[in-house]
């Protein structure tokens, strides 16, 4: 736990005085991820040395219960005169740690090469940023002071500067200061506001997000538009908003779908569930048993867990332990009467804050039928997405992920192609419905009127160029403002996927004909370039 008690910071420069820190008086929790906000200039690093005590407060006093990190990222932090091998062993002293140990795991770690010999101030800032957060996740604290690091590097390096960040959580505690709001949502549990001098502590790191970017922009941050009864509609379930959309999201898998869920739960106007996928409408026959069954087990791991941890680790298995009963408590409510789908609205509705839309992302909803559609109808007023992908690309990446690993070359990929082929369009269908548009478009197409169901197309979700202008085809169709730029998550790196032989591609190609019609015949021919030459190996 750190507790700043009246703590008191003011500078005066060429005569002016400018006060950062104004008589704070905050605690941080112990083992709590903090994401630190505030306008450039607020004083942020100058809070984090503050905490970390590389500077001396004004007045008042910087309390702790627990060891705290020196500021990763603040070049202050490194003595530009020595190397990056002396700056580690230098370190290592300071905190007592196993300098061979210590020197090993930052060499690896920070990729530096020959530079790591070389002194610091020959470094770019990108350099400097990996050696200083190395040297902080080489070593075990309580606390650990982070400003803007693991946005440096490539894709690769920042993955794993996150992957090392989590661990660390896993036992201690954080105050991480970004300008990336997708950053701190997928770091930091709870948030904190510097501005004017003031600081505000916010459990949930949504609500600092929310209060930071009101500031910049004061006008953007206007309610988003509610849904009122449209007639004609189907009657709603009684217990459902009335002045709330439903959403349901459709996928398809081995599609930008995930991504586009990304940006809906960043998306103030829109609530998700607590779990991001429910599998409500899915859990009849084997594959709904098989889900249930392992959330069930799921349940009980967990419950154990909980009772042989403690601290931050406790509380997260809690967390996760009552997200799981929730579901569980749902998948075994009665469907049976007029209330049948009642435990299904409570759990949608379980932490709601009046947002016009409510969405429920689970792409298996891609394979329901027209009664299960018309059920999900019924629950309230909803609108429907989907995301499709060239299919030869789409059902290629399905095979790849389907396919042991040990499996998972040319020749035994070329293998699972020429089989599915030779089984047939109906067999291989059975075996990956998600490939079969045809289907899923026709049964769509009979419940839904055309208005309420968006199509939008993975190679323009992947494309940076064209993503937001595809995002936007949805949120206009809820009737909700676009979402804001700084609240778009990263494209993630797509998965390593071997690529797929002209020979193959074009097998495939044959067999998912009637696909590639299928969607003509929905959205005419303005297709992105891959299904087009993809149809063309069909012709």
């Known amino acids: 736990m750190i507790v700043l008690e009246n703590l008191t910071k003011t500078f005066v420069m060429n005569g002016i005085r400018k006060t950062v820190a104004d008589n704070l008086n905050v605690t941080f929790p112990t083992g709590t991820s903090v994401g630190l906000v505030g306008r450039n200039g607020a004083g942020k690093s100058t809070l984090l040395r503050l905490i970390a005590g590389t500077s001396s407060p004004t007045s008042g006093r910087v309390l702790s219960t627990g060891s705290i990190s020196f500021p990763v990222g603040l070049v202050s932090s490194l003595h530009a005169d020595l190397t990056g091998a002396q700056n580690t062993l230098f370190v290592a002293r300071i905190y007592g740690a196993d300098t061979q140990s210590l ?13 790591f010999h070389l002194p610091v101030r020959s470094y770019s800032s990108g350099m400097r940023g990996r050696l200083s957060f190395g040297l902080n996740m080489g070593l075990a604290f309580d606390t ?37 709001m997708g950053q701190l949502r997928d770091l930091c549990t709870a948030g904190a506001m510097l501005e004017n001098g003031r600081l505000h502590y916010y459990e949930d790191i949504e609500e600092a997000i929310d209060r930071y970017t009101a500031t910049l922009d004061p006008d953007s941050h206007h309610a988003a538009a509610s849904f009122e009864d449209k007639a004609g509609e189907t009657e709603r379930h009684a217990a459902f908003p009335a002045k709330a959309r439903l959403l349901y999201g459709l996928g398809l898998p081995a599609t930008r779908f995930d991504w586009l869920g990304d940006c809906l739960r960043r998306h103030k106007g829109c609530f ?29 791991k967990l419950a154990a867990e909980a009772g042989r941890t403690e601290g931050a680790a406790r509380r997260d298995k809690l967390r996760k332990l009552e997200e799981m009963g929730a579901l569980v408590r749902m998948h075994a409510a009665d469907r049976s009467g007029a209330e049948k789908h009642d435990a299904y609205v409570d759990y949608l509705l379980t932490g709601w804050r009046a947002q016009p839309v409510i969405c429920d992302l689970t792409p298996d909803y891609a394979r329901a039928n027209a009664d299960t559609l018309g059920e999900m109808d019924a629950i309230g007023p909803a609108h429907y997405a989907i995301v499709l992908r060239d299919p030869v690309a789409r059902l290629w990446e399905e095979i790849c992920l389907d ?120 959205l005419g021919g303005d297709l992105p370039k891959a299904w087009q030459e993809s149809a063309a190996l069909a012709a």
């Open 103 to 115: 020197m090993d795991w930052v060499e690896d770690f920070a990729e530096l090469g020959p530079h």
């Open 144 to 180: 650990y002071l982070v400003d803007e690091i693991t946005a440096v590097g490539d894709a690769s390096f920042r993955k794993k500067s996150a992957e090392v960040f989590h661990a660390r959580m896993e036992k201690a505690g954080a105050i991480y200061v970004s300008h990336s």
């Open 272 to 300: 998700t569930t607590l779990t991001r996928e429910p599998h409500y409408f899915d859990t009849e026959g084997e594959r709904g048993e098989e889900i249930v069954s392992h959330r069930e087990r799921t349940l009980r």
């Open 403 to 522: 396919t042991p690993p040990s499996k998972r070359t040319p020749r035994g990929l070329g293998e699972v192609v020429q089989s599915l082929v030779r089984s047939g369009t109906r067999k291989a269908l059975a075996r990956f419905p998600f490939a079969d548009y045809a289907r899923i478009l026709d049964t769509l197409s009979a419940v839904l009127p055309e208005d309420r169901l968006t199509i939008l197309l993975h190679e323009r979700l992947d494309d940076p160029a064209t993503a937001r202008a595809e995002v936007m085809r949805l949120t206009e169709a809820l009737e909700i403002p676009p979402l804001p730029e700084e609240r778009e998550p990263d494209l993630p790196d797509a998965p390593d996927i071997p690529p797929l032989a002209r020979r193959n591609a074009a097998a495939l190609a044959a067999l998912l004909a009637p696909q590639y019609a299928a969607v003509h015949r929905r």
